[in-house]
C-alpha cells in the first residue's frame, strides 16, 4: 500500500463514472485514511470520450466528488513544463502510448504515488520511470 497515495488510472475511474458503489467505497476509505487521491485530467478527458462526452452520462458528479474529497486532488497540465513533462512520460510509454497514461504516469513520478488500477496487466509492459502499480482486487469479492 502507497504511504503517500494514489493516482487513478482510467480503469478506475471509469468504474467510478459507472457508480461502482464498493469502488467508491473503498475509495472514501482511502480517503479517511489520509491517503492523497488524484484524479488525472487527461484521464477525465478519456473517460468522458468513453461515456459519450455528455454530462447526460451522469458520471461527472462521482468523479467530481472523488476530487473533492478531504484527500482528492484534480490534476490539471499546469502549464508548460507540465506539458513538457508529459511529452516526456509518453515518449516512454513506447507503442501503447496514450496521453492519459502519461499523464497518470507524470503524477505518480511526481508525487511519488501508486498508479491505482483495476488491471495491472495493461501496465506491465510499460516503462513507467520508477512508478509503481497497485491493483484493486474486486471490491465485491
Not at 50 to 73: K, N, Q, Y
Request: hydrophobic share 45%.
Amino acid at each position: 500500500m502507497s504511504t503517500r497515495g494514489y493516482v487513478l488510472d482510467t480503469t478506475v475511474v471509469s468504474e467510478v463514472a459507472r457508480g461502482d458503489l464498493p469502488l467508491i467505497t473503498m475509495l472514501f476509505e482511502l480517503d479517511e485514511r489520509g491517503l492523497q487521491l488524484m484524479v488525472p485530467a487527461l484521464v477525465v478527458a478519456a473517460v468522458a470520450a468513453e461515456m459519450g462526452g455528455g454530462d447526460e452520462t451522469g458520471f461527472l458528479p462521482a468523479v467530481r466528488g472523488i476530487a473533492r474529497l478531504e484527500h482528492g486532488v484534480y490534476a490539471p497540465l499546469g502549464g508548460f513544463d507540465d506539458a513538457l513533462e508529459l511529452g516526456q512520460a509518453a515518449a516512454r510509454l513506447s507503442h501503447k502510448r496514450l496521453w492519459e497514461d502519461a499523464h497518470t504516469v507524470m503524477l505518480a513520478r511526481r508525487e511519488s504515488a501508486d498508479i491505482l488500477t483495476l488491471d495491472a496487466g495493461r501496465w506491465s509492459d510499460l516503462e513507467l520511470d520508477g512508478a509503481r502499480v497497485a491493483e484493486i482486487a474486486d471490491p465485491d469479492e
